[in-house]
């Protein structure tokens, strides 16, 4: 079973390794059903900081989302940040604001894999 360290790793490495593989293909992988409940904002967030080309990645692959309901992940600003939740319907149910991109991306990896 992988450490939790690792499975962190490669949840953030996820939108690099899309060859044609589904994203619950991908999430298995990972080893996330191991330790689920235990991915947190916090261990994503310090992940990020070591490869911050990272957060263009996940940005990019929501931007290439077309379904719905689905998490989403955008700059709304010239420094601000939106995660939010996207109904099947159109309707947005849930947003949050940030500053920070790097905490925006973190908390929009736990909130999408979760």
Known sequence: MPSLDEVVA??????????DRSNVDLLART??????????VERVYDYLAGDP???IAWQDRCDDNRSTPAWYFTTVGL????????????????RLR????????AEYIVRDVE
């Open 79 to 94: 420094r601000e940040y939106e995660v939010g939740y996207l109904t099947r319907d159109g309707r947005i149910t849930e």
């Open 53 to 55: 080309s990272l957060i």
């Open 98 to 105: 940030f500053d920070d991109r790097r905490l925006a991306c």
């Open 31 to 40: 080893g996330y059903l191991d330790h689920r409940g235990e991915l947190t």
């Open 10 to 19: 490669e949840i953030c490495r996820m939108p690099l390794d899309r060859h």
